[in-house]
């Protein structure tokens, strides 16, 4: 399936198109869509669009098959999210310039340490 390739190459966006695009022709076979749906879920959780993926995963747990138990344990990650992201504060204005890419972490005074490239 086209939207896997482009999922493991983080490909997201036309992963997310790819995945959108083949349901329809899954309808009626609960294990396609299950996957098609399951996947959706994690490029769109990768993507940040946590409502998009918790739906995609409600949707997959809904259906029987070998994505069910993890659709319920995502969708449960996601809402946790969701509802941690509602009560955060806003600390937009606060947060460190990033390093090309990776993940960086703030030292003490204004030393920045970074972990990834």
Known sequence: MTGH????RADFAKAEASFRQALPYYKGDAKSTGFALFYLGWV???LGKLPEAARAY????????????????????????QKAQLSAPDLSAAAPTTLGRGLI???AGSTVQKFFD
Do not use: D, S
């Open 58 to 81: 409600e949707q997959c747990a809904a259906l029987t098959g070998g994505f069910q138990t993890q659709a319920e344990r995502n969708l449960a990650i996601v809402r946790g999210q």
């Open 5 to 8: 390739l482009q999922m493991e």
């Open 44 to 46: 769109e959780y990768n």
């Open 105 to 107: 972490a703030m030292g």
